[in-house]
């Protein structure tokens, strides 16, 4: 079994579009209720679908992984994207920035090397 795409709701299509194309993704599909991107690296996918009834209480969190994360971060605020927590390293031996989408989707930027799917103490 292989992840192919996780799907969020927004609460407008076209102000989201352009925001996931800041982060640097790529549109592959659009509709006027849905679009998927791809994402710049592997074969995960990532798609957005309006809902106007969604609310700010989302417990959605949405990992990107960038090789290069703190020269991203420096572009993307360049871009006008505004991030609530800026690069640092975690005790989990990931270093992270966190962001909200426009619809308050918890998104976090983070590059984690060998550690991602092999932490020291994985079972």
Known sequence: ????QVTVAVNNIEQSINFYQKLGLTLIVKSPHYARFECPKGDATFSIIQ?????????THIYFECDDLDN???????????????????????REAHLNDLDGNHLILYYAGVNRKNPPWRI
């Open 72 to 94: 991203r971060v420096v572009e993307l605020t360049k871009k006008g994207i505004k991030f609530i927590e800026l690069p640092n390293d975690k005790t989990w031996l990931w």
């Open 51 to 59: 809902n106007e009834n969604i609310t700010k209480e989302n417990t």
């Open 1 to 4: 079994m292989n992840l192919n």
